[in-house]
């Protein structure tokens, strides 16, 4: 069974760091892409991060580039996203998610979500 769990989720202020780590089990862990989102009230998930499969490449989305950077351990099956200079807008349900073919907005497994809250 193919099971994901987020971790490292909190409060933190405006200008502080979270690290999330998403644990994978039930798959090859190398052969799926996984993906970071999140979700703000009222919004549409927004996709931030990706790791590919096999070579493990890294993208970002605009909005977290340069701020945001996600990595793998792949003896522990865990892939963490390290979040620096958060701000308010920041403020969401993130999410990890894996597919077997590459990230995109409708991946096949996700996470139950962590809660990120920055406060201002």
């Known amino acids: 069974e193919v099971q994901l769990v987020e971790s490292g989720g909190g409060l933190v202020q405006a200008g502080g760091s979270l690290r999330l780590s998403c644990a994978a089990s039930?798959?090859?862990?190398?052969?799926?892409?996984i993906g970071w989102f999140r979700q703000a009230p009222g919004k549409e998930r927004e996709g931030l991060s990706c790791i590919s499969r096999n070579d493990r490449s890294t993208f970002y989305a605009g909005s977290v580039k340069g701020r945001f950077t996600v990595s793998s351990d792949n003896a522990k099956n865990t892939v963490y996203l390290q979040m620096n200079s958060l701000k308010p807008e920041d403020t969401a349900v993130y999410y990890c998610?894996?597919?077997?073919?590459?990230?995109?907005?409708?991946?096949?497994?996700w996470g139950q979500g962590t809660q990120v809250t920055v406060s201002s």
């Open positions: 998610a894996a597919d077997s073919f590459s990230c995109h907005r409708n991946m096949a497994y």
């Open positions: 039930g798959f090859t862990f190398d052969d799926y892409a």
